[in-house]
């Protein structure tokens, strides 16, 4: 996680609270998110913004005691658990939660001043860090209403001091004495305002979900995760390189892609299908078996066939007048969002040698129950002069020091989403993917393994050439090897057209990493440097080769061997934070019928 | 740019030259790369790799006397540049380059050992740095046509010797001794084997481009860029969000947009549009008018009349049809290329506080003539609890980092590329940006100073409330300051609706960043977080508020002040490069009617 540096340019230069950069508060990390959770900082006087996670009022028991000191006031919660309630009432419970919570001392309970009735307590958090600040604020200084309202907006002036007794996980909370913004929330009108809510309800509302903890862990987590693959390549001296997103090669996979177009805005969006076409027909056709069925009148039935048939007629000849089409549009030609970088990151290999790029890609799911995510991005890596072993060892060594780093650097965030109903991160299964070597297995030696293992059936059948299903994908990772595992050397028909044919002619070097608990989070392979061998592979793969003559260039000019791999960016996060739903990895999910905004 | 660590995997265990980790060679710039050139690496063995850049030919004067080394043998080049054909002949001027060239003194012509006739004299390149690596084949090796031609491919062993005279702009050479890969080229076939190709040519070779020099600088500076910003915004605390590529909220600006459809693939790709329908019709009404004016077929203008009101019927169903059409597509719904993050990171900056993005965007160009990038990637900030002044401070020091860090560990690349044809990057104008404070001033005092320059008569039309045109933005940067200037406080009706109105209700808190020599590199806003000003500002823009209504829900909810920007990261690659046509700035890159690949 990022150190949020800062200037000189707080107005109190005496402080040891800096001021973040670019905006006029001190960011919650750099006062709670300090390792004494922000001891050293007690008596301070800080700016500090945020959005109100949860918060109690300080009540009088009855009216006219409110400031009484000899009685116990009482405490109205908002958006508080029952533990924590009990936590602010109870002082013993309050003693234990705060032994287990962190295991700093505070002094005892003789110097505790108790909030005075009418002061709100409330949490703030800016998304800096896990951690919330606790914020008390004065009846005097604004209609409490407004700041203890989850998903309230202040920016506020104050004095840190330790705590005490209130809240265990806290070390130190700030007392507020100026407010300088409010932005207020109408509870009844925002969505979120329970304090706990769903998966399914955030997910709803992806403008607004980045604001609950296990949004917020998880958008660090993935920034923390992008960052360290910049760095492990940007240290191992590859390129970054940015491949297309709009491609007018269809390899194939057309059925796969997303056309691009501007056909549409040329005629104000209204536009015909060609199964507008064909559905105006059938219904002509319905109207003439109904006629011939009736037998009632002759003249309907001609005048229905004859429409019919000029209907026929016009239809061919839009169709025909429409496959030409694609020429009119944007780019003179068919156009579609890329559903893999491979091919152009290559072109760049034969050329820089080591290179990698971070980018979207776009695949079309058929199924409308599939949750698999259409807009996806992906780590894709070319390596010349390398080979399958080379590019294995890449893999490994790549998301063993992304997951290295995430496992030291957002600690909190991964403690957090483990606990918490979302993820169920395994601190422990990460450690063990980065501390000890990956299993390597032939993808015939695995199915010789799966097809002798006594002590469990399998539901899918299995036999060499066959694709492995999640549950044999499973057994290695999870039960058998109880680590990453990377299966190599697939039959061919398991494997794009580009994977090198190895000597046998019937397995190639592709392999994919089956990550425990999630399956394949990246494949690669070397790919077929003989120019021969390629055209071959792309004519048994029913391709059309003149749309890929532009990538043979590369194996007919100065080819050479290469490999890479591409990584599921988003198989990567569900296995670093153990989150159960792919949707919930990215900020906007884009699924079959669902694109939010 | 990145050092290319090594491992330990090297066969070579007591070289100093060390293998790259994942290809099974050294990487030229681990060798000429290095400071001394290579000098200390001397005498030492490797394996190196690349793609030939220019050659030359050792050749006996006369057959029967090639092996005889009292006479001195003739060299027969390729792809070499007339001066450099002089330096491998004539001794003096070979000395003079030489010291012009890097100034490293090497021993006296006494000890120098003349090429045998019959040995290609090979210049490398593995894309990892500018410099080339020379290295000598005997033609015992191979075939010496295979090593020479421009654009082959090579995978060598050899030893590395230090070269006394032949090549000045060398300091190491490596003589070969073993060959192992290569991947011919046929010199009459592949499109670059010029040593010298225009710009204009390469240009055409998207996917072969990166062997030239020019390009292949300009792809390793436009990493840097890349992984510079990535680093300043993880120093300062900021968080990486992938906001989505495929959007369906259409902000007004639809007629900028790319559409995104599956209705096409549905059909097999023969598709029928609105104007297929009108041509059609129109077609026929030629036909009506023809027979009309030929007054001879009665019988024949009445079935071409029948047959012209069927069609219009036909037409009037399907486009009626037509018209729901999007809720049958993938999404249910109308999807777009997202012209702009804007929007989207602006919700999670009011979560986290401290966002960026680094991501590509689409905008539809109009004139067929416009080089504008279709497709363009863009580093998009936003910061919560900041106003205008902070994202000006935030431009300025980001930039600047970006600036710093390229032009230190880029320096070959653009003094390669303000000497080649392709770029004129001058470090004197990246030094200034660095180091001097830039010029802000108000759109307002822009607008008095240009109407009161009497130096210069601009072509355009220039009073209160119109746009900058490129001459006024140039003289303001290239004339008047001579250093970037930040443009700021616009009238709104040059501003997106979500700029933040004034006091004056006439002006926003916008601005534009203008680069020497470039323009607008980018632009940045406080975003207006009162509902009621951002309401009526979209109805002012005509924008459909109903698409908005999710926007509108971070000003309803906890709103806050905010602010950011957006480079235009092509933009700021044309400045530090001094490249003349944005299309070289990008890989693969898109404008319309162009979408190679």
Same mark, same amino acid.
């Given at each position: 996680?990022?150190?949020?540096?800062?200037?000189?340019?707080?107005?109190?230069?005496?402080?040891?609270?800096?001021?973040?950069?670019?905006?006029?508060?001190?960011?919650?990390?750099?006062?709670?998110?300090?390792?004494?959770?922000?001891?050293?900082?007690?008596?301070?006087?800080?700016?500090?913004?945020?959005?109100?996670?949860?918060?109690?009022?300080?009540?009088?028991?009855?009216?006219?005691?409110?400031?009484?000191?000899?009685?116990?006031?009482?405490?109205?919660?908002?958006?508080?658990?029952?533990?924590?309630?009990?936590?602010?009432?109870?002082?013993?419970?309050?003693?234990?939660?705060?032994?287990?919570?962190?295991?700093?001392?505070?002094?005892?309970?003789?110097?505790?001043?108790?909030?005075?009735?009418?002061?709100?307590?409330?949490?703030?958090?800016?998304?800096?860090?896990?951690?919330?600040?606790?914020?008390?604020?004065?009846?005097?200084?604004?209609?409490?209403?407004?700041?203890?309202?989850?998903?309230?907006? %202040?920016?506020? +002036? $104050?004095?840190?001091?330790?705590? #005490?007794?209130?809240?265990? @996980?806290?070390?130190?909370?700030? *007392?507020? !004495?100026?407010?300088?913004?409010?932005?207020?929330?109408?509870?009844?009108?925002?969505?979120?305002?329970?304090?706990?809510?769903?998966?399914?309800?955030?997910?709803?509302?992806?403008?607004?979900?980045?604001?609950?903890?296990?949004?917020?862990?998880?958008?660090?987590?993935?920034?923390?995760?992008?960052?360290?693959?910049?760095?492990?390549?940007?240290?191992?001296?590859?390129?970054?390189?940015?491949?297309?997103?709009?491609?007018?090669?269809?390899?194939?996979?057309?059925?796969?892609?997303?056309?691009?177009?501007?056909?549409?805005?040329?005629?104000?969006?209204?536009? %015909?299908?060609? +199964? $507008?076409?064909?559905?105006?027909? #059938?219904?002509?056709?319905? @109207?003439?078996?109904?006629?011939? *069925?009736? !037998?009632?009148?002759?003249?309907?039935?001609?005048?229905?066939?004859?429409?019919?048939?000029?209907?026929?007629?016009?239809?061919?000849?839009?169709?025909?007048?429409?496959?030409?089409?694609?020429?009119?549009?944007?780019?003179?030609?068919?156009?579609?969002?890329?559903?893999?970088?491979?091919?152009?990151?290559?072109?760049?290999?034969?050329?820089?040698?080591?290179?990698?790029?971070?980018?979207?890609?776009?695949?079309?799911?058929?199924?409308?129950?599939?949750?698999?995510?259409?807009?996806?991005?992906?780590?894709?890596?070319?390596?010349?002069?390398?080979?399958?072993?080379?590019?294995?060892?890449?893999?490994?060594?790549?998301? #063993?020091?992304?997951?290295?780093?995430?496992?030291?650097?957002?600690?909190? !965030?991964?403690?957090?989403?483990?606990?918490?109903?979302?993820?169920?991160?395994?601190?422990?299964?990460?450690?063990?993917?980065?501390?000890?070597?990956?299993?390597?297995?032939?993808?015939?030696?695995?199915?010789?393994?799966?097809?002798?293992?006594?002590?469990?059936?399998?539901?899918?059948?299995?036999?060499?050439?066959?694709?492995?299903?999640?549950?044999?994908?499973?057994?290695?990772?999870?039960?058998?090897?109880?680590?990453?595992?990377?299966?190599?050397?697939?039959?061919?028909?398991?494997?794009?057209?580009?994977?090198?044919?190895?000597?046998?002619?019937?397995?190639?070097?592709?392999?994919?990493?089956?990550?425990?608990?999630?399956?394949?989070?990246?494949?690669?392979?070397?790919?077929?440097?003989?120019?021969?061998?390629?055209?071959?592979?792309?004519?048994?793969?029913?391709?059309?080769?003149?749309?890929?003559?532009?990538?043979?260039?590369?194996?007919?000019?100065?080819?050479?061997?290469?490999?890479?791999?591409?990584?599921?960016?988003?198989?990567?996060?569900?296995?670093?934070?153990?989150?159960?739903?792919?949707?919930?990895?990215?900020?906007?999910?884009?699924?079959?019928?669902?694109?939010?905004?």
């Amino acid at each position: 996680m990022a150190s949020s540096t800062s200037s000189s340019s707080s107005s109190q230069e005496d402080s040891p609270i800096q001021c973040f950069k670019y905006s006029r508060r001190a960011t919650l990390r750099s006062v709670v998110g300090r390792p004494d959770g922000g001891l050293g900082l007690a008596g301070e006087r800080a700016v500090v913004g945020g959005w109100v996670r949860s918060s109690a009022v300080v009540k009088a028991r009855r009216a006219g005691l409110a400031a009484s000191p000899s009685r116990r006031p009482e405490v109205e919660t908002t958006g508080l658990t029952c533990t924590e309630v009990l936590m602010t009432r109870v002082p013993l419970i309050r003693r234990i939660a705060r032994l287990m919570a962190n295991g700093i001392s505070v002094a005892a309970s003789g110097d505790y001043a108790r909030p005075a009735a009418g002061t709100a307590l409330v949490r703030i958090n800016d998304g800096s860090c896990v951690a919330d600040l606790q914020i008390t604020v004065d009846s005097s200084l604004c209609p409490l209403e407004q700041v203890t309202a989850s998903g309230a907006c %202040v920016l506020v +002036e $104050g004095k840190i001091e330790q705590v #005490k007794h209130t809240a265990p @996980q806290y070390v130190v909370q700030m *007392r507020v !004495e100026k407010i300088l913004h409010i932005g207020p929330v109408d509870s009844d009108k925002y969505p979120l305002s329970n304090a706990h809510p769903s998966t399914e309800l955030v997910r709803g509302y992806p403008h607004l979900a980045a604001r609950t903890a296990a949004v917020a862990s998880t958008a660090r987590v993935r920034s923390e995760l992008i960052h360290a693959a910049h760095a492990f390549f940007q240290t191992n001296g590859f390129f970054h390189v940015n491949t297309p997103i709009i491609t007018t090669t269809s390899a194939g996979n057309r059925r796969k892609m997303f056309s691009v177009t501007r056909l549409f805005s040329k005629s104000d969006d209204s536009r %015909v299908t060609p +199964e $507008g076409v064909r559905a105006a027909i #059938k219904e002509k056709m319905k @109207q003439v078996e109904a006629l011939k *069925r009736s !037998e009632s009148n002759k003249e309907a039935l001609e005048a229905a066939e004859q429409d019919l048939q000029k209907a026929n007629v016009l239809s061919r000849q839009l169709e025909q007048g429409g496959s030409t089409d694609s020429s009119d549009d944007y780019f003179n030609r068919a156009a579609y969002l890329t559903p893999c970088h491979t091919l152009h990151l290559e072109t760049y290999a034969c050329a820089l040698s080591s290179v990698y790029t971070f980018s979207p890609a776009f695949q079309v799911e058929i199924l409308e129950s599939d949750k698999s995510l259409t807009e996806r991005w992906t780590i894709d890596v070319e390596l010349a002069f390398a080979e399958l072993e080379d590019a294995m060892s890449c893999t490994e060594d790549c998301l #063993k020091s992304l997951c290295s780093t995430v496992s030291k650097d957002c600690s909190d !965030e991964l403690k957090f989403l483990s606990s918490s109903q979302a993820g169920n991160a395994s601190n422990s299964l990460i450690e063990s993917a980065v501390s000890s070597p990956w299993q390597r297995i032939k993808y015939t030696e695995a199915v010789n393994t799966l097809l002798q293992v006594t002590d469990k059936t399998f539901e899918s059948k299995l036999e060499w050439g066959m694709p492995l299903s999640h549950e044999h994908m499973s057994y290695l990772a999870d039960d058998l090897y109880k680590k990453p595992v990377i299966i190599y050397e697939y039959p061919k028909q398991l494997k794009p057209f580009y994977a090198r044919l190895k000597e046998d002619l019937k397995t190639v070097s592709a392999f994919d990493l089956i990550m425990p608990k999630i399956g394949i989070v990246a494949c690669g392979s070397q790919k077929e440097e003989r120019l021969d061998y390629l055209t071959t592979r792309i004519d048994e793969s029913g391709l059309q080769i003149e749309q890929l003559e532009w990538y043979l260039d590369t194996r007919r000019h100065g080819t050479v061997k290469h490999s890479g791999f591409s990584v599921d960016f988003e198989h990567l996060i569900l296995f670093v934070t153990g989150l159960k739903d792919v949707r919930d990895t990215i900020p906007f999910h884009r699924t079959k019928g669902h694109a939010k905004y």
